[in-house]
C-alpha cells in the first residue's frame, strides 16, 4: 500500500479524525435545566468558591490539549500551526483509543516563547494536563521549564520525554538479551535537539556513564562554542573523555547507537566498528538512519526503528496515553523523573524473559496492556512521590 497517497484520500473521507460527545441528554425541559440553565449555576458557583472542584464538576479531569506552534512536525520540519493539524489530531485520537483521554489539538500562530507560554498559562484552567508537541528546540526545553513552574497540572513535552522513555524501556530489554549491564555500556545518540538531549539525559539516570552526542558538526564536546546553549549544557556531563570528531569516530567501540536525526546518515562499515553483539534504535522519520537490510548484514544483533513496517517499533504511542492516564486518575501536579522512569520499568515488563527476542523487545503499540500497565506505574509512583493533589 502507498500510505501517503492513501492517508491523503482518507482523510478527505474522514474530515477530521476526532469529534465532540455529547454525554448528557438534552432531550426534555427537565433534562435541559439539568445540564444548562438554571440547574447549571450551582456548579458553577462551588467552582466559584473552589477552584479544584472544576476537576470534580466538569469534564477538566480528562481533558488535555495536543498544542504545538508547527515548528517541528513529525519529521517535516516548520510547516506552520494548521499543516500539523492531521499529526496533533492523530495524537488525539490515540489518548482517546488507548489511554481513554479526551485530547484536542491547540496549533497557535506565534514562535514567540514568551507569547506561547502565555497563551498555554492562560487557557491552563480548561484542562487536567498540557501535551507539548512537535516544537523546535531549543525554545521547547524553556517553554516546558517554565510551564511546569508556573502550573499545578501536568506538563509533558512528548517529542523529548516519550520518546526518552520508550528508548529506555527498549534498551533494559535489548541490554538483557545482549547479556551487558547498563553502567558498563557506551551509548552514542546521534541528533542532539529535543528528543537527542532528553534521550541522552534519561539514560543517565537508569545508569548509563559514557554517552557520547553528536550534532551535524559532529561529536559535541564541553567548550565547543559552535553548539547551542542545551548541547553545551548537555556536553558538561557526557563525553568526558572529551572525544572529537565525527559521527563515525564516535561509533568506534560502541555497544549502542540511537538516532533521532536524519536518513541513511550511518554505513555499514559504522556498525561493524561498534562493540561485539550491537544494538541499534534508529529513529528518524520517515526514514532510519541506515536501513533494516543494511544494519542486519553490518552485524546489528538488535535493531529497532519508529516504524510499524518492521520487528521493534520504538514509538512514543506507548507512553503518553498511559502516562496521562496514570497522572490524571491521581490528579498529579506534575511529571517528574521517577514517574517517567516508572513508565519504562512498566513497558518492558511487558514483554516476559520468555518472549524476549532480538525481534520482539517491546509490546506492540496497540497492546492495550501495555498503556494500562504504565497508567498503574505511573499513577502508583506519583502518589509514593507526593505529586498527587488526591487525598489520601
Known amino acids: 500500500m502507498n500510505y501517503r497517497q492513501e492517508s491523503l484520500k482518507k482523510h478527505g473521507e474522514w474530515k477530521?479524525?476526532?469529534?465532540?460527545?455529547?454525554?448528557?441528554?438534552?432531550?426534555?425541559?427537565?433534562?435541559?435545566?439539568?445540564?444548562?440553565?438554571?440547574?447549571?449555576?450551582?456548579?458553577?458557583?462551588?467552582?466559584?468558591?473552589?477552584?479544584?472542584?472544576?476537576?470534580?464538576?466538569?469534564?477538566?479531569?480528562?481533558?488535555?490539549?495536543?498544542?504545538?506552534?508547527?515548528?517541528?512536525?513529525?519529521?517535516?520540519?516548520?510547516?506552520?500551526?494548521?499543516?500539523?493539524?492531521?499529526?496533533?489530531?492523530?495524537?488525539?485520537?490515540?489518548?482517546?483509543?488507548?489511554?481513554?483521554?479526551?485530547?484536542?489539538?491547540?496549533?497557535?500562530?506565534?514562535?514567540?516563547?514568551?507569547?506561547?507560554?502565555?497563551?498555554?498559562?492562560?487557557?491552563?484552567?480548561?484542562?487536567?494536563?498540557?501535551?507539548?508537541?512537535?516544537?523546535s528546540a531549543p525554545r521547547c526545553f524553556e517553554i516546558e521549564t517554565r510551564l511546569k513552574e508556573e502550573l499545578d497540572i501536568p506538563v509533558f513535552h512528548d517529542d523529548q520525554h516519550g520518546t526518552a522513555i520508550v528508548v529506555a524501556a527498549a534498551l533494559l530489554n535489548a541490554l538483557k538479551l545482549a547479556g551487558k549491564k547498563i553502567e558498563d555500556i557506551k551509548v552514542v545518540v546521534n541528533g542532539a535537539g529535543a528528543a537527542g538531549i532528553s534521550i541522552a539525559r534519561f539514560l543517565m539516570e537508569f545508569g548509563v556513564k559514557d554517552i557520547i552526542a553528536c550534532d551535524r558538526l559532529g561529536i559535541i564536546s564541553e567548550g565547543d562554542t559552535r553548539f547551542n546553549e542545551a548541547q553545551q549544557a548537555l556536553a558538561k556531563v557526557t563525553n568526558r573523555n572529551m572525544l572529537t570528531g565525527t559521527l563515525a569516530d564516535a561509533m568506534k567501540g560502541a555497544d549502542v547507537f540511537i538516532g533521532v536525526s536524519a536518513a541513511n546518515v550511518v554505513s555499514k562499515d559504522m556498525v561493524r566498528s561498534m562493540a561485539d553483539k550491537p544494538i541499534l534504535f534508529t529513529l528518524a522519520n520517515p526514514v532510519p538512519e541506515i536501513s533494516v537490510a543494511d544494519a542486519k548484514e553490518a552485524g546489528a544483533f538488535i535493531h529497532g526503528t519508529g516504524s510499524s513496517e518492521y520487528p521493534n517499533q520504538i514509538n512514543n504511542v506507548l507512553v503518553f496515553p498511559g502516562l496521562f492516564r496514570g497522572a490524571l486518575d491521581v490528579r498529579a501536579k506534575t511529571v517528574n523523573t521517577e514517574m517517567m522512569m516508572a513508565a519504562s520499568y512498566g513497558i518492558a515488563a511487558c514483554v516476559s524473559e520468555e518472549e524476549l527476542t532480538p525481534e520482539y523487545i517491546l509490546p506492540y503499540a496497540y497492546d492495550k496492556r501495555a498503556h494500562e500497565t504504565v497508567a498503574k506505574a505511573v499513577a502508583e509512583e506519583a502518589v509514593r512521590c507526593g505529586v498527587s493533589k488526591l487525598k489520601s
Not at 480528562?62 to 500539523?84: K, M, Q, S, Y
Request: with cysteine; charged share 25%; aromatic share 6%.
Open 16 to 135: 477530521g479524525k476526532i469529534e465532540v460527545k455529547c454525554r448528557v441528554p438534552v432531550d426534555s425541559r427537565e433534562n435541559l435545566s439539568l445540564a444548562y440553565t438554571p440547574g447549571v449555576a450551582e456548579p458553577c458557583m462551588a467552582i466559584h468558591e473552589d477552584v479544584e472542584k472544576s476537576f470534580e464538576l466538569t469534564r477538566r479531569w480528562n481533558t488535555v490539549p495536543v498544542i504545538t506552534d508547527g515548528t517541528a512536525v513529525l519529521g517535516l520540519g516548520d510547516i506552520g500551526p494548521e499543516a500539523g493539524m492531521p499529526v496533533m489530531e492523530g495524537k488525539c485520537a490515540l489518548f482517546k483509543a488507548f489511554g481513554n483521554v479526551d485530547a484536542y489539538p491547540l496549533c497557535i500562530r506565534s514562535k514567540d516563547t514568551e507569547e506561547i507560554i502565555n497563551t498555554i498559562k492562560l487557557l491552563a484552567g480548561s484542562f487536567g494536563g498540557i501535551n507539548l508537541e512537535d516544537i
